[in-house]
């Protein structure tokens, strides 16, 4: 692939990918606004934004994976860029809750076929020596688009409606879906010797021998309970600790300098990789002790402004590693096992992520700490241990790499 052709195919995934974020972080950025109009308990919202697109997402990414193993990636990628982004388009005429959430049902479905189908595409098409750098151009698309979800979403709901802004989030995938096709061409796979005609169970088995592809589950679904946590108790923070809410939207800020410190992450970790390929899951290492010490400075500071700062370092940090550890996992497997591969590291993080960090951080929050810092202790609680978890899977990943890396010699 030329640099022209390679940089717009980057950039087009790259966007997609902001969209999809864009489309997903929406309903957080309207909650309030949606449950008000319709009538709705926090209850209801919190199902919108959690269980009716995470779950979804979550358990989809693995079959869809499958599915997208054995067609083409770009009818995937196209036909699930104009299915969520119509269904949130729809979601701005919605008269109830059952049509929401059934929308957002289609959403969390239709995006999980996304990134698997994006990682076995760049996987196959770019150098493997640029894996890192790719996928981490790849993964800044994630906070670009929960910063442009809460700046842009919230600006238009505020001029006009949630309807207008649910509205203005669907139309630009709508419009970029056929240019996708059109410019597009799917990449060719190389015959690997996997079976066609294996189980999905088979295949997960397979790759789950492999003690490498275990740590790096184990490692980078710690470091995805650190950012959900985050994530989701930032905003107390602010307002419990320092009494201050309007720095939570501020926050969003922190999130387009994320998509950057991914990026150098990723290029880090090619330029450690050309001494020893195992040194990539450094950059593993690094988001998880990176971090610590500016949550500390930051979680327990006695104003709410460098508190703000800190925290937001921290950030910085510790979210870092979301290309890395996308691009690790496809030296691991074989080429027909590549989406599946991805749909697996997605089913791992956002269990880990949604379904521990937060509840855990809560539990801790209302049962165990008290008083002012109560939330500021289960956050940095959460953080460590994770933190601990995540040196220590990835020092015996590194331990494996070489004999569990699939090479050209392992295929020829």
Same mark, same amino acid.
């Given at each position: 692939?030329?640099?022209?052709? /390679?940089?717009?195919?980057?950039?087009?995934?790259?966007?997609?990918?902001?969209?999809?974020?864009?489309? &997903? !972080?929406?309903?957080?950025?309207?909650?309030? !606004?949606?449950?008000?109009?319709?009538?709705? %308990?926090?209850?209801?919202?919190?199902?919108?934004?959690?269980? $009716?697109?995470?779950?979804?997402?979550?358990?989809?990414?693995?079959?869809?994976?499958?599915?997208?193993?054995?067609?083409?990636?770009?009818?995937?990628?196209?036909?699930?860029?104009?299915?969520?982004?119509?269904?949130? =388009?729809?979601?701005?005429? $919605?008269?109830?809750?059952?049509?929401?959430?059934? /929308?957002?049902?289609?959403?969390?479905?239709?995006?999980?076929?996304?990134?698997?189908?994006?990682?076995?595409?760049?996987?196959?098409?770019?150098?493997?020596?640029?894996?890192?750098?790719?996928?981490?151009?790849?993964? %800044?698309?994630?906070?670009?688009?929960?910063?442009?979800?809460?700046? /842009?979403? #919230?600006?238009?709901?505020?001029?006009?409606?949630?309807?207008?802004?649910?509205?203005?989030?669907? *139309?630009? #995938?709508?419009?970029?879906?056929?240019?996708?096709?059109?410019?597009?061409?799917?990449?060719?796979?190389?015959?690997?010797?996997?079976?066609?005609?294996?189980?999905?169970?088979?295949?997960?088995?397979?790759?789950?021998?492999?003690?490498?592809?275990?740590?790096?589950?184990?490692?980078?679904?710690?470091?995805?309970?650190?950012?959900?946590?985050?994530?989701?108790? @930032?905003?107390?923070?602010?307002?419990?600790?320092?009494?201050?809410?309007?720095?939570?939207?501020?926050?969003?800020?922190?999130?387009?300098?994320?998509?950057?410190?991914?990026?150098?992450?990723?290029?880090?970790?090619?330029?450690?990789?050309?001494?020893?390929? @195992?040194?990539?899951?450094?950059?593993?290492?690094? @988001?998880?002790?990176?971090?610590?010490?500016?949550?500390?400075?930051?979680?327990?500071?006695?104003? *709410?402004?460098?508190?703000?700062?800190?925290?937001?370092?921290?950030?910085?940090?510790?979210?870092?590693?979301?290309?890395? /550890?996308?691009?690790?996992? !496809?030296?691991?497997?074989? %080429?027909?096992? &590549?989406?599946?591969?991805? +749909?697996?590291?997605?089913?791992?993080?956002?269990?880990?992520?949604?379904? =521990?960090?937060?509840?855990?951080? +809560?539990?801790?929050?209302?049962?165990?700490?008290?008083?002012?810092?109560? =939330?500021?202790?289960?956050?940095?609680?959460?953080?460590?241990?994770?933190?601990?978890?995540? *040196?220590?899977?990835?020092?015996?990943?590194?331990?494996?790499?070489?004999?569990?890396? =699939?090479?050209?010699?392992?295929?020829?």
């Amino acid at each position: 692939m030329n640099k022209k052709l /390679a940089f717009g195919t980057i950039f087009l995934f790259t966007l997609i990918y902001i969209l999809s974020f864009v489309d &997903r !972080q929406i309903v957080a950025v309207l909650g309030t !606004q949606i449950r008000d109009s319709l009538l709705l %308990s926090n209850f209801q919202i919190g199902l919108l934004y959690g269980p $009716a697109f995470s779950v979804v997402y979550a358990i989809a990414g693995i079959p869809m994976g499958r599915l997208t193993d054995k067609t083409s990636r770009k009818t995937m990628i196209c036909f699930g860029l104009f299915i969520w982004s119509l269904m949130t =388009v729809l979601s701005g005429f $919605a008269a109830s809750f059952t049509f929401l959430i059934t /929308a957002r049902l289609f959403v969390g479905l239709s995006q999980a076929i996304l990134s698997p189908a994006v990682y076995s595409y760049m996987a196959d098409e770019f150098s493997p020596d640029k894996r890192a750098t790719i996928f981490s151009l790849y993964a %800044s698309g994630i906070f670009i688009g929960i910063g442009l979800s809460f700046l /842009a979403g #919230g600006t238009i709901s505020l001029i006009y409606d949630w309807r207008m802004a649910m509205i203005a989030a669907g *139309v630009p #995938g709508i419009l970029l879906a056929p240019f996708a096709w059109w410019f597009l061409t799917e990449p060719g796979r190389k015959n690997f010797p996997v079976k066609s005609d294996s189980t999905i169970m088979a295949d997960i088995l397979l790759m789950l021998r492999k003690p490498a592809i275990r740590w790096h589950l184990i490692g980078f679904s710690s470091l995805a309970c650190t950012g959900y946590t985050i994530l989701s108790f @930032a905003g107390n923070v602010f307002n419990d600790v320092f009494n201050s809410p309007e720095f939570i939207p501020k926050f969003g800020w922190f999130m387009f300098g994320v998509a950057g410190t991914v990026i150098i992450s990723g290029k880090t970790a090619d330029l450690l990789s050309r001494k020893n390929p @195992a040194r990539r899951f450094w950059m593993g290492i690094i @988001a998880a002790l990176g971090g610590i010490p500016f949550y500390l400075l930051g979680l327990f500071h006695s104003t *709410v402004e460098m508190a703000f700062i800190f925290i937001g370092i921290g950030v910085l940090i510790s979210s870092s590693y979301n290309g890395v /550890a996308a691009a690790l996992l !496809q030296y691991f497997v074989h %080429s027909k096992q &590549r989406a599946l591969a991805g +749909g697996l590291y997605l089913f791992v993080i956002s269990i880990a992520g949604f379904g =521990v960090g937060p509840p855990l951080t +809560g539990w801790l929050t209302d049962s165990v700490f008290s008083g002012k810092y109560s =939330v500021s202790y289960a956050i940095i609680t959460v953080i460590t241990v994770n933190g601990i978890i995540a *040196v220590f899977s990835f020092l015996q990943a590194m331990k494996h790499y070489h004999r569990d890396a =699939v090479t050209m010699k392992t295929v020829n």
